[in-house]
């Protein structure tokens, strides 16, 4: 259903792919909501995925960024603001850990691709809003929103050193959120999503172990990106005015269950 809740809104979209992206998945629930919005990647993404068909689907702009680049950043904040004004929203779905796509393990790592990662995952966050706050880019009652994953909180085999880089998304959310609140009135939030099957996603080892687990725990099942797209409308939207610093987990309850009967059931079975 289409309810314009976005009409007038505009924002940018980070880290969109191809059709399996939440990324991708927002920007066209934005779009049907009646938000604008120019889509950003990293160069080698855009070489790589499909955006270029996302952004005819939604006319949008796409400009190529990357994210751990200040200058970069700078550069597409203001193209943005050049175009729309002042800014409504914006996404952040970056994600990368050079050492699970290498195969290290978390008592073997690579530092200087742990660095990377960190810096791609999570420093790019405080990036991003660092430069918005110095140029002054977002309205007032603005909304910034970044994806993480429950492993932030708990032990997950073979996440690896990606849980440390959401660990730290997440502190960056709320210190910065804080800062962003008080003084210009911007909310900021992160999204604590099911394991969801992405492009990304498919380079943690155990992912379709994660995902079945986690479909037997969670009471409403797991959400989908597509559950995802619409809690960042939502997140986005007037509605969510006061909603700040929160870790909001879409789970479908998977976060608040101790072990599911299902789970019982599937023990006693061997």
């Not at 959310?173 to 992405?198: C, D, H, M, W």
């Not at 990106?225 to 700040?244: G, I």
Request: hydrophobic letters at 40%.
């Amino acid at each position: 259903m289409k309810n314009n809740i976005l009409k007038g809104k505009k924002g940018i979209i980070f880290g969109a792919l191809d059709s399996s992206s939440i990324a991708w998945k927002t920007a066209e629930s934005v779009f049907n909501e009646g938000g604008e919005f120019i889509l950003t990647n990293a160069p080698v993404s855009i070489r790589m995925g499909s955006i270029n068909e996302l952004a005819e689907k939604t006319k949008s702009e796409l400009v190529a960024a990357d994210a751990t680049s200040l200058e970069d950043l700078e550069k597409l904040i203001n193209i943005a603001t050049d175009k729309f004004g002042k800014l409504d929203f914006i996404l952040h779905s970056i994600g990368m850990s050079v050492n699970v796509r290498k195969g290290r393990t978390y008592t073997d790592l690579n530092y200087d691709w742990l660095t990377k990662g960190w810096d791609v995952s999570a420093v790019s966050f405080h990036k991003l809003m660092q430069s918005l706050f110095k140029l002054d880019a977002m309205n007032q009652w603005g909304s910034i929103v970044a994806l993480t994953y429950i492993a932030a909180q708990r032990a997950f085999p073979n996440y690896n050193d990606m849980a440390d880089n959401k660990a730290y998304l997440e502190s960056i959310a709320r210190s910065f959120g804080y800062i962003f609140g008080k003084e210009k009135n911007v909310r900021v939030n992160t999204i604590s999503q099911s394991p969801t099957l992405t492009t990304a996603g498919k380079g943690v080892k155990g992912l379709d172990d994660f995902l079945n687990y986690a479909q037997l725990t969670s009471p409403l099942g797991n959400a989908t990106a597509e559950d995802c797209a619409n809690l960042t409308v939502s997140l986005f939207s007037d509605y969510t005015k006061r909603v700040t610093l929160q870790n909001i987990f879409n789970d479908g309850g998977f976060s608040n269950v101790g072990v599911s009967q299902e789970i019982i059931d599937k023990l006693n079975s061997k």
